[in-house]
């Protein structure tokens, strides 16, 4: 079975200050690892994907396979920052991209 | 380019009604996947369709079904509702050989009353 959990439903931070979001998976084979935004008004969108390892708008996540984690990081908050992110899973191999995802985190980023 | 459409927007129905949702994939996509997001609530996964089939199920039960037209277009058929069917429903499409690229629509608002 495949479980993501992101503890925090809620994170608040100040512009300029250092971001992450945490993000905790569980999957027994090979796992694909996404993080999707979704602004107010806005639909839900890819931000990044484990595979790819860019860095998008200032973002960036490692796998650490150890730890089953992928958390998001930013080093500055921007206030444009401020939406709703979900972290995805999806198995690597096996044809079709069933996405599990995550509860959310809200991120609040305050001037 | 539209990207993906859903329709209706919002939805009203009643125990026991059933109900038909729709989407148009994004120009060039071949494969579409539908979801369910409750509120306060990730979106999970219900099925996939690729080639007019279903490739991919999710712990969903038989009153949830689909189809995919020829022109790659697909519908979400629910029988029976329940109060707990009241959800944002939405699809996503993917680009034919990159099914992890998933672009979704603005969803459908299903309310069972």
Redesign the interface.
Known sequence: AQR?T?PEKLLSVFKGAPVELKCNYSYSGSP?L?WYVQYSRQ????LL?HISRESIKGFTADLNKGETSFHLKKPFAQEEDSAMY?C?L?PLTG??????????TQLKVEL | DAGVTQSPTHLIKTRGQQVTLRCSPKSGHDTVSWYQQALGQGPQFIFQYYEEEERQRGNFPDRFSGHQFPNYSSELNVNALLLGDSALYLCASSPPGQSYEQYFGPGTRLTVT
Do not use: I, M, P
Request: charged share 20%; hydrophobic share 30%.
């Open positions: 993501v992101q694909e996404f639909r839900l969108q890819l994907r979900y995805a999806s044809g079709g991209n069933k996405l599990t995802f995550g509860t959310g």
